[in-house]
């Protein structure tokens, strides 16, 4: 959530300062190279925001929270622009949820904002009103300094409210409100609250998605990562899900029940159904990647196919090749990754087994069923598979022999 945050505040604001709480060292590298503070001691959010004021600078400051991940660039612009407005001294965000609960409500008189009371504080009145404060605010550095030295901590909670600054502010000049929709703004605070953010956040995204020229089948199925790239004209049928760093160019169909992460796929490219592409794979122009197909670390050239129930991991495959179905790069030797090498316009077989480190030259033809150890000559027919050998009647004899042991039990 936090990195969510962090990198649509980064795109908005020159400066970014993360306040945490003590012994939380993973954190402070997940936010790097951003500064972090520490809040020792708990004493409510108004104690929290005192511990970074060192670090304002000058200009306005807006405070966010890392479990309101969900707020976009354009409403933490809007915050700003109304915050510049003559006779503005601070402005907020606030929301109006279906079901007002535990927020705390933003109190206005003729059109500014008077006061947040946090509901635990308010009174009957206050508490049917519908206008809830999502904790967001924005002020002038120097402002925001003095009314935090003059908080006090005469509350239910006991502690220093941040929103405690509105009323200050108020008494001083204009605060007004940005509202925003409230899935946009509402805070997770268990595993509940993290599952419907979620599905706002995929339902964002499909929309962008769509509003840039996809073509979702059926986009209630289709999950997405923030920084997934889909091309216009990419078509995505239904029961698909991107996983973090992919990219999809024009005319490229991702088919039903597919999963993509880190990987590249090209125009024109036919990937699915049922396929799974894994970090550091590259699917060239025209590729073709089928049914129970795993590829990792693998590029595979412009035209090539791998249609049916193979796994190729660590591998270099030129342009029209075509790998049969059942084919495995054999790429792990209990200790080493090793890769292989397939040139242009060879024909792999069904079933053949390819053990790295091995190389195949282009125009080769692996037949099937074959166990390739040692590297293959350009144009050579490559066959390593033991001679059949037919015993007549032997099979006959075989089935009688374990048919009469089944019936003696």
């Known amino acids: 959530m936090i990195a969510h945050l962090i990198e649509t505040a980064g795109s908005v604001f020159d400066r970014l300062v993360v306040v945490v709480g003590p012994d939380m060292q993973a954190l402070e590298k997940a936010v790097a190279p951003w500064p972090c503070v520490v809040q020792s001691e708990r004493l409510g959010t108004g104690h929290a925001a005192r511990m970074a004021e060192d670090l304002f600078g000058e200009g306005d400051v807006a405070i966010l929270y890392a479990d309101n991940p969900l707020i976009t660039a354009g409403t933490m612009r809007a915050l700003l622009a109304a915050r510049r407005q003559e006779g503005t001294s601070l402005t907020l965000l606030a929301m109006r949820p279906a079901d007002p609960g535990r927020y705390g409500r933003v109190i206005e008189r003729n059109g500014c904002v008077q006061e947040i009371v946090e509901w635990k504080d308010a009174t009957e009145a206050q508490r049917a009103v519908t206008l809830c404060n999502a904790g967001v605010l924005c002020a002038?550095?120097?402002?925001?300094?003095?009314?935090?030295?003059?908080?006090?901590?005469?509350?239910?909670?006991?502690?220093?409210?941040?929103?405690?600054?509105?009323?200050?502010?108020?008494?001083?000049?204009?605060?007004?409100?940005?509202?925003?929709?409230?899935?946009?703004?509402?805070?997770?605070?268990?595993?509940?609250?993290?599952?419907?953010?979620?599905?706002?956040?995929?339902?964002?995204?499909?929309?962008?998605?769509?509003?840039?020229?996809?073509t979702l089948v059926a986009p209630e199925t289709v999950f997405f990562s923030v920084d997934t790239v889909l091309a216009p004209d990419v078509v995505v049928e239904p029961n698909v899900v991107f996983g973090p760093g992919v990219t999809v160019h024009s005319g490229a169909r991702i088919r039903a029940f597919s999963h993509l992460e880190g990987c590249v796929v090209g125009g024109?490219?036919?990937?699915?159904?049922?396929?799974?592409?894994?970090?550091?794979?590259?699917?060239?122009?025209?590729?073709?990647?089928?049914?129970?197909?795993?590829?990792?670390?693998?590029?595979?050239?412009?035209?090539?196919?791998?249609?049916?129930?193979?796994?190729?991991?660590?591998?270099?495959?030129?342009?029209?090749?075509?790998?049969?179905?059942?084919?495995?790069?054999?790429?792990?030797?209990?200790?080493?990754?090793?890769?292989?090498?397939?040139?242009?316009?060879?024909?792999?077989?069904?079933?053949?087994?390819?053990?790295?480190?091995?190389?195949?030259?282009?125009n080769a033809l692996i037949a099937a069923g074959s166990v390739i150890t040692e590297d293959v000559e350009p144009g050579a027919l490559a066959l390593g598979r033991s001679r059949q050998t037919n015993k007549q009647e032997r099979g006959r004899m075989i089935s009688e022999s374990l048919r009469a042991k089944k019936e003696q039990g």
């Open 140 to 214: 002038d550095a120097a402002d925001l300094r003095r009314w935090l030295g003059a908080l006090r901590n005469e509350n239910a909670q006991g502690e220093y409210y941040l929103t405690d600054v509105v009323a200050q502010a108020a008494a001083e000049a204009d605060v007004h409100h940005v509202e925003a929709p409230a899935e946009e703004l509402a805070g997770i605070n268990s595993r509940a609250e993290l599952a419907v953010a979620e599905a706002s956040l995929q339902k964002r995204l499909r929309l962008a998605a769509m509003e840039a020229g996809v």
């Open 268 to 362: 024109e490219a036919l990937i699915g159904p049922y396929a799974r592409l894994r970090p550091g794979t590259i699917c060239g122009k025209g590729t073709h990647v089928g049914n129970f197909v795993e590829l990792k670390a693998t590029q595979l050239g412009d035209g090539a196919k791998a249609n049916h129930l193979s796994y190729l991991g660590d591998s270099s495959i030129g342009a029209r090749t075509n790998v049969g179905a059942g084919t495995i790069t054999c790429n792990y030797d209990g200790f080493f990754k090793h890769r292989t090498t397939i040139g242009e316009n060879v024909f792999v077989g069904s079933d053949a087994i390819l053990v790295a480190p091995v190389t195949i030259g282009d």
